[in-house]
């Protein structure tokens, strides 16, 4: 199956929303960060998505869902590559995440857990952060800067 990445646009809300609901993720806040935001199209249909938020220099990256069918392809693995190197060309140098069920597969791409206090005021104050993720949710941390002058 071919998939296309690219940038979400408004008239995607409701599949991105379906797509999210169908991965127990909240669609809340997608619409006030969508220009952060890429799909996986495959024909006349979303197979995937993943946003940031950016806050200055942090990110949260959020929203990393692949339709189940979909799933173990490498798409999830395609749209954190994409997603990642806009973040990097949009000036963020840390990403961080919170994930109930894919911890295995962020630790696989360099994020660390961390303690949820070690978080960036901004980040510490999202959404997703204080209210919408459960506190079970792990924190994880991608630091480019880390990774750049340790060679990664
Ligand atoms: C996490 C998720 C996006 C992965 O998407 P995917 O398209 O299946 O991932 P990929 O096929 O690109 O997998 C890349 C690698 O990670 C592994 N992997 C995939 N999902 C994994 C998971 N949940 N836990 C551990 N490893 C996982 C794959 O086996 C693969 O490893 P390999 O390169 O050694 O073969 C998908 O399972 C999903 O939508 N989950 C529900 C939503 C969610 O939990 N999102 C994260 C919080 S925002």
């Known amino acids: 199956m071919n998939y296309t990445i690219r940038s979400a646009r408004p008239a995607d809300e409701p599949e991105i929303e379906r797509l ?6 909240t669609f809340e806040g997608v619409s006030a960060h969508l220009e952060m935001f890429w799909v996986a ?3 006349e249909r979303l197979a995937g998505v993943a ?3 950016c806050y200055e220099a942090d990110g949260l990256l959020r929203s990393v869902a692949v339709k189940a069918s979909d799933r173990r392809k ?3 693995a395609q749209l954190c590559d994409v997603v990642e190197t806009q973040a990097k060309l949009a000036g963020i140098r840390r990403l961080f995440l919170l994930t109930e069920s894919a911890e295995a597969f962020f630790a696989a791409r360099h994020y660390h857990k ?3 206090n070690q978080a960036p005021v901004s980040i510490q104050s999202t ?3 204080c209210r919408l993720c459960p506190d079970a949710a792990v924190l994880m941390c ?3 800067n880390a990774q750049a002058s340790a060679g990664a």
Request: charged letters at 20%; aromatic letters at 8%.
């Open 51 to 53: 946003g940031i938020e």
């Open 114 to 116: 961390i303690a949820r």
């Open 142 to 144: 991608r630091d480019f």
């Open 20 to 25: 999210l609901t169908a991965s127990s993720l």
């Open 127 to 129: 959404d997703q952060f």
């Open 41 to 43: 199209q495959t024909g």
């Open 74 to 76: 490498g798409l999830g």
